[in-house]
């Protein structure tokens, strides 16, 4: 007969379990978005791709990914993101972040569902 006690310290395992499995994931894909993002990142003096950082942040049982551009000397980066015009590299331009996260989205839902699965 399993006591009460035994129940509970199980589904705090398996809860423990998930929240880690959740955040490699997370961080997986985060780290995905990013390798995709700089690919379409326009390219002058690669200060801009050499910016981006995919990081993940506990908030209690949550996992919240972010990938960024930016900050410090590279203070153009939304404007490079939301500016639309012929960039020298090709398949690179505007909506560097968005677009490949449009396109990634349903990808990422599916592998964070199957990574966390006990």
């Known amino acids: 007969d399993m006591a009460l006690i035994d129940v509970l310290a199980n589904l705090n395992r398996v809860t423990r ?3 880690l499995k959740a955040e490699r994931s997370v961080g997986q894909c985060a780290e995905d978005l990013l390798d995709k993002a700089v690919q379409k990142t ?15 942040e506990k908030k209690g049982v949550e996992s919240i990914g972010r990938v960024g551009f930016g900050g410090g ?4 980066a939304l404007a490079v993101h939301e500016t639309v015009k012929n960039y020298k590299e090709p398949g690179t331009g505007a ?3 968005e677009n490949p996260l449009k396109e990634n989205a349903q990808k990422y839902f599916n592998k ?3 990574d ?3």
């Open 17 to 19: 379990e998930m929240e």
């Open 42 to 56: 326009p390219i002058d003096s690669g200060e801009l791709r050499l910016s981006g950082t995919a990081t993940v």
């Open 73 to 76: 000397q590279v203070d153009y």
């Open 95 to 97: 909506k560097y972040l």
């Open 112 to 114: 964070i569902a199957n």
């Open 116 to 118: 966390v699965k006990v």
